[in-house]
């Protein structure tokens, strides 16, 4: 891929954004990440240890802040104040990295966000200068609104996290890629490479996930099929399909036939 997708002050390369949890082992890890091609991965800064923990593996032994951008996030907040809390711990852990996936999620089964709660943390951290890349629902009023706010990035789901469906209603999704101006990014609900190329051919600017490489049976040869998945899904939007139509339309011309 030639083109980058812009993140407020970050130009990626990739449009594969990866997580880093569910691995047998950071050895593992380190080497489903590289095989994505990503450029930006994500930790939750509440169950990762960046250094606050001196005797306990680092994951920044495997993912290095000089070859990836970090993109720590509030997985585990259920409270407004808790993510923003958990920001400005991550700005001092990495010494004043102000990128941030936010995501602040409700207490049922499903791990839907709580837009009340995220709408509330995302007014306070770009007030705080945070560039947030923020995880929400499908709706696309809230969506407008966190751009709105200063979002650099709106994230909807696509399925509830680590859930595997693939996209569950891609009309919203669709709605949200022609109101927003900013990237709009799947996060959540991807099971396999199918589901990142659907996410890619609607629009989307790019798909994170984790779970859908982690716990597959091979992490390695699933994060390298996403990654062309994502690539193979963008090169057919910037192509544009042809229309579908309702009866057969023959591939070779029905005159000047060899008698």
């Known amino acids: 891929m030639t083109d980058t997708i812009q ?35 994500t930790m939750a800064v509440r169950r990762t240890n960046l250094g606050q923990n001196p005797n306990e593996p680092n994951l920044l032994d495997v993912i290095s802040p000089d070859r990836y951008t970090l993109l720590p996030n509030t997985a585990g907040c259920h409270t407004a104040d808790d993510a923003v809390r958990t920001c400005r711990l991550a700005r001092e852990l990495l010494d004043g990295h102000n990128l941030v996936k936010l995501e602040v999620i409700s207490k049922s089964r499903t791990l839907y966000p709580d837009v009340v709660e995220t709408l509330n943390a995302a007014r306070t951290l770009v007030k705080d200068r945070f560039e947030v890349m923020v995880y929400t629902s499908d709706d696309p009023l809230i969506a407008t609104e966190l751009e709105a706010i200063g979002c650099v990035a709106v994230m909807p789901l696509g399925a509830p996290i680590g859930s595997g469906l693939g996209l569950q209603n891609p009309y919203n999704i669709r709605e949200i890629l022609d109101n927003l101006k900013v990237p709009v990014i799947v996060d959540a609900g991807v099971g396999t490479a199918s589901d990142a190329t659907v996410a890619m051919e609607l629009g989307c600017e790019g798909v994170l996930m984790n779970t859908a490489i982690a716990e597959a049976n091979d992490p390695v040869k699933m994060a390298r099929a996403m990654r062309l998945a994502i690539e193979s899904g963008r090169l057919a939007y910037e192509a544009g399909r042809m229309p579908r139509k309702r009866y057969a339309d023959a591939s070779s011309p029905e005159t000047g036939l060899i008698e």
Do not use: N
């Open 7 to 41: 993140v407020g002050s970050y130009a990626l390369k990739s449009r594969l954004l990866v997580g880093t949890g569910k691995y047998r082992d950071l050895d593992e890890t380190g080497r489903a990440i590289e095989a994505s091609g990503a450029d930006v991965v």
